[in-house]
C-alpha cells in the first residue's frame, strides 16, 4: 500500500539540540517535500528533492539541512534547533504526474 | 518565485448553503493544482487534485474551477454540513516542482 511514514511522531528537545526527523515513502515517487505547519501561515516548503543526491531550497530553510539518502528516504536536520522551531512538520511524496500522499506529521516542541 | 493568495481566511455558513473558497497564484506555468481538507490534530486530507488542461471538476459536492487566464483557481462545498468544517487549503505545483500552499481557509458550517 502506498504511504509515507514519519518518524518521530512527537519529538521535545532543548535549546541547540541536534534533531532528526525521518520519511519514508514507498511509492516510488521522485518528489519528496519537507513543510512545516504553523498557525496563520499554512504549509511552507523547507526544502525538496527530485531523486536520491538531489536537495532543492524551499521557501523556509534558514535553520534546516535535509538530505535524499535514497529514492525512499528524505531527513531533516536541525543542527541547533531554535524555539522558532517548535512546529509542526509534514512530509509528502509525489509522482512525476502529481499524484501524491502526504505523512502524518511529526510534531517538534523546543524548548 | 510562486505565490498563493488563498481567500477568506475564515468563512461561516449556514448548513445547506455554499461555501467558496478563492485561491490566486502567479505562476503562469503552473500544472497541477489541489485542495486539501485538515480537521482538528489530523493530517492533510487530499480533496481533489486537476491538472492544468482541466476548466472544471466536480466529484461528491466538491466543485474546483480553473481559470488559468485569471491564475484562479475555486472551490465551491454545495450544501455543505457540519461535517465539511475544517480548514481548507489549496495548493499549487509548477514547473519546477515546487508545491506551494495557501495559507487556509477556516471553514464554520452552523446547524
Known amino acids: 500500500e502506498a504511504a509515507v511514514t514519519q518518524s518521530p511522531r512527537n519529538k521535545v528537545t532543548v535549546t541547540g539540540g541536534n534533531v532528526t526527523l525521518s520519511c519514508r515513502q514507498t511509492?516510488?515517487?521522485?518528489?519528496m517535500y519537507w513543510y512545516r505547519q504553523d498557525t496563520g501561515h499554512g504549509l511552507r516548503l523547507i526544502h525538496y528533492?527530485?531523486?536520491?543526491?538531489?536537495?532543492q531550497i524551499g521557501d523556509v530553510p534558514d535553520g534546516y539541512k535535509a538530505t535524499r539518502t535514497t529514492q525512499e528516504d528524505f531527513f531533516l536536520l536541525l543542527e541547533l534547533a531554535s524555539p522558532s522551531q517548535t512546529s509542526l512538520y509534514f512530509c509528502a511524496s509525489i509522482s512525476f504526474r502529481g499524484t501524491q500522499y502526504f505523512g502524518p506529521g511529526t510534531r517538534l516542541l523546543v524548548l | 518565485g510562486e505565490q498563493v493568495e488563498q481567500r477568506p481566511p475564515h468563512l461561516s455558513v449556514p448548513e445547506g448553503d455554499s461555501a467558496v473558497i478563492i485561491c490566486t497564484y502567479t505562476d503562469s506555468a503552473t500544472a497541477y493544482f489541489y485542495w486539501y481538507k485538515q480537521e482538528p490534530g489530523a493530517g492533510l486530507q487530499l480533496l481533489m487534485s486537476v491538472f492544468s488542461n482541466v476548466d472544471r471538476k466536480e466529484e461528491q459536492g466538491l466543485t474546483v474551477l480553473l481559470n488559468k487566464k485569471d491564475k484562479q483557481l475555486s472551490l465551491n462545498l454545495t450544501a455543505a454540513h457540519p461535517g465539511d468544517s475544517a480548514v481548507y487549503f489549496c495548493?499549487?505545483?509548477?514547473?519546477?516542482?515546487?508545491?506551494?500552499f495557501g495559507k487556509g481557509t477556516k471553514l464554520s458550517v452552523k446547524s
Open positions: 495548493a499549487v505545483r509548477g514547473s519546477n516542482a515546487k508545491l506551494t
Open positions: 511509492n516510488s515517487h521522485n518528489y
Open positions: 528533492s527530485y531523486g536520491a543526491g538531489n536537495l
